[in-house]
């Protein structure tokens, strides 16, 4: 089984709708983090969680950890045509140590 | 905003050839990683460097691939004879101390021929 599994793989929403991604990780998270990512592009930094029941906001970006389930979930307030890309969810296992990836959740906003 | 850039952008390479991808991390950092991303799949993790060294590495970091922090600022993966299957988007990414957010250049696309 996947140490991180992140749903749905896939989304597509109407403009102006609110939208939920969900990252699980099979084992004791030490910090959970979540980027995006433009179809062929680098990965941009959104926010990083480590305590639980911590939430975080970019813009109109939450994200909320729940440690008991080691989920975090990624909410998207009015999606605008701007927030379509992938959403990843890495975690790391301890500190300054390498990232375990999700397989990301493509995101489209239509009009 | 300081931000990690990676050169080139896009690499074109016949297989069997050495290719050296470079990246330059945030100036205050001192953890740097390569990842790489085949198209359609997950980012995986290579290899990540801390004080002059690597600290730790994945079973796809084998004797082909080597990274060298050859001055202060530059950071680089070389692979010695490049095969179909490296055919990737290579990553370069960089934490400070005592901090654990990485920060990730914008990439290498590699396509071995």
């Known amino acids: 089984s996947q140490e991180l599994e992140q749903s749905p793989q896939s989304l597509i929403v109407q403009e102006g709708k609110n939208l939920t991604i969900n990252c699980t990780s099979s084992k004791t998270l030490y910090g959970l983090y979540w980027y995006k990512q433009k179809y062929g592009e680098g990965l941009i930094f959104l926010m990083m969680?480590?305590?639980?029941?911590e939430e975080k906001s970019h813009e109109k970006i939450t994200a909320k950890l729940d440690e008991k389930k080691q989920q975090s979930s990624l909410h998207i307030t009015a999606s605008q045509p701007s927030h379509a890309g992938i959403y990843l969810c890495g975690a790391s296992y301890s500190g300054n140590t390498p990232l375990v990836f999700g397989k990301g959740t493509r995101l489209s906003v239509i009009a | 905003e300081p931000e990690v850039t990676q050169t080139p952008s896009h690499q074109v390479t016949q297989m069997g050839q050495e290719v050296i991808l470079r990246c330059v991390p945030i100036s205050n950092h001192l953890y740097f990683y390569w990842y790489r991303q085949i198209l359609g799949q997950k980012v995986e993790f290579l290899v990540s460097?801390?004080?002059?060294?690597?600290?730790?590495k994945s079973e796809i970091f084998d004797d082909q691939f080597s990274v060298e922090r050859p001055d202060g600022s530059n950071f680089t993966l070389k692979i010695r004879s490049t095969k179909l299957e490296d055919s990737a988007m290579y990553f370069c990414?960089?934490?400070?101390?005592?901090?654990?957010?990485?920060?990730f250049g914008p990439g290498t696309r590699l396509t071995v021929l």
């Open positions: 460097f801390y004080n002059n060294e690597i600290s730790e």
């Open positions: 990414a960089s934490s400070q101390e005592g901090t654990d957010t990485q920060y």
């Open positions: 969680l480590q305590k639980g029941g």
